[in-house]
T-cell receptor, first 113, second 114 residues
Framework: GNSVTQMEGPVTLSEEAFLTINCTYT??????LFWYVQYPGEGLQLLLK?????DKGSNKGFEATYRKETTSFHLEKGSVQVSDSAVYFC????????????FGTGTRLLVSP | DGGITQSPKYLFRKEGQNVTLSCEQN?????MYWYRQDPGQGLRLIYY???????QKGDIAEGYSVSREKKESFPLTVTSAQKNPTAFYLC?????????????FGPGTRLTVL
């Protein structure tokens, strides 16, 4: 079946540090991949997505590249800010049939000044 | 502004009571979804609807019911049969239900059973 594995948190960084949150997946076929962000007490917001191998999704300084050979979609940002503190969810969706999102367990990021 | 609204933001319920969570969208999306989020876990799909007057069970439908009488609205009822209803509930919608259709989420309702 389809599944997503994320690194456990919390990830604690100082402002302006480099961020990597690892995400690997198991899926049949070629899924679409997503990163969602959840700020405290709020719903999920789509951060970025990639729909095929070697695609790079980017938004607000965050990037992730769809790596089919390593079944990975790691999230990166060159310089984090305090306002980036949130929970980040990696998710996949099969590209055929019903679009059932399968989520990872989330990784909490804490950025200190 | 287009978006998804959920109400109320916080909801308290006594054991044995049914409660209904509201979800409305003005994005003209055909598909709508309900998820449950528990601490330290990812989201789990409760129900989804691909079109008006049709809905399907997700992975954890027991103890929940839905209706889809209007395109814009997809209310979720948490019944007394749901054994552990305290959770954060998220509604989402998408243009369609194919893999390339992105799901957009509402702000959520936090339900606490007293």
């Amino acid at each position: 079946g389809n599944s997503v594995t994320q690194m456990e948190g919390p990830v604690t960084l100082s402002e302006e540090a480099f961020l990597t949150i690892n995400c690997t997946y198991t899926a049949t076929g070629y899924p679409s991949l997503f990163w969602y962000v959840q700020y405290p007490g709020e719903g999920l917001q789509l951060l970025l997505k990639a729909t095929k191998a070697d695609d790079k999704g980017s938004n607000k300084g965050f990037e992730a590249t769809y790596r089919k050979e390593t079944t990975s979609f790691h999230l990166e940002k060159g310089s984090v800010q305090v306002s980036d503190s949130a929970v980040y969810f990696c998710a996949l969706s099969p590209n055929t049939g019903f679009q059932k999102l399968v989520f990872g367990t989330g990784t909490r990021l804490l950025v200190s000044p | 502004d287009g978006g998804i609204t959920q109400s109320p933001k916080y909801l308290f319920r006594k054991e044995g009571q049914n409660v209904t969570l509201s979800c409305e969208q003005n994005l003209n999306h055909d598909a709508m979804y309900w998820y449950r989020q528990d601490p330290g876990q990812g989201l789990r799909l409760i129900y989804y609807s691909q079109i008006v007057n049709d809905f399907q069970k997700g992975d954890i439908a027991e103890g929940y019911s839905v209706s889809r009488e209007k395109k814009e609205s997809f209310p979720l009822t948490v019944t007394s049969a749901q054994k552990n209803p305290t959770a954060f509930y998220l509604c989402a919608s998408s243009m369609g239900t194919e893999g390339l259709d992105t799901q957009y989420f509402g702000p959520g309702t936090r339900l606490t059973v007293l």
